[in-house]
């Protein structure tokens, strides 16, 4: 979900060794309202599909790619068909924190809506396709008024978590399915995590070579 930090779990991953691929960083796309200003356009699809190839090419076939649950769509790109289905029936680990970390960790990475009220306001109004307008004037409301806790808490809940929760019903049809609990985002609970999670995955490939 929005705010659990995963951009920042797989660089975190990279920097342990683990081999990572970074879809929303190769499409240059970002979250309209939770994703800082856009100052780079994205790549044609056949750029961004000739990235992935690239990325795939350096890899170790024989371990674990690490990869952040999409909609086969990332901004106006696609995830290659072939990749995506590979993505939804792959084993999942889903990060749950709590919400008032989420808050915190959005407002401390995404401080351009803290600082440009009319740049916020101008996403804001691009949201009526999805939202009633009269939630739409309430969240304008709250960040005019600076109530950015509020106003950050009011889009997950409403905006973010509903959309990710669809994505994952519609295309999570892994074998596995892990729910990994984190109190917040210090180095000491994502060391922690990770190293459960990395030993858990390579334990289930050892596994599963073993069956075959």
């Not at 309202?33 to 795939?56: R, T, V, W």
């Not at 729910?179 to 609970?189: M, Q, R, T």
Request: glycine letters at 4%; charged letters at 30%; aromatic letters at 8%.
């Amino acid at each position: 979900m929005a705010g659990c930090g995963k951009t920042y779990l797989l660089s975190q991953l990279s920097d342990r060794g683990e081999q990572i691929l970074d879809l929303e960083g190769l499409a240059k796309e970002k979250d309209l309202i939770f994703g800082g200003l856009h100052n780079e356009d994205q790549p044609s699809q056949s750029y961004f599909e000739s990235l992935i190839a690239k990325q795939f090419s350096s890899f170790d076939n024989n371990r674990i790619v690490w990869i952040e649950t999409k909609n086969i769509r990332i901004g106006k790109l696609c995830v290659p068909q072939e990749l995506f289905k590979k993505m939804c029936t792959s084993d999942c680990y889903i990060i749950n924190l709590p919400m008032q970390e989420r808050v915190n960790h959005i407002i401390r990475r995404y401080k351009y809506f803290t600082e440009d009220f009319e740049e916020l306001q101008s996403r804001l109004t691009l949201l009526p396709k999805y939202h009633p307008s009269r939630k739409i004037s309430e969240w304008i409301s709250l960040a005019e008024k600076g109530q950015w806790q509020e106003f950050v808490e009011e889009l997950l809940v409403n905006r973010s978590d509903p959309i990710y929760t669809r994505s994952q019903t519609r295309h999570n049809h892994g074998e596995k399915t892990s729910v990994v609990d984190l109190d917040d985002l210090s180095s000491e609970s994502v060391h922690r995590c990770l190293k459960n999670m990395i030993e858990e995955s390579r334990a289930s490939v050892s596994e599963a070579i073993s069956n075959e």
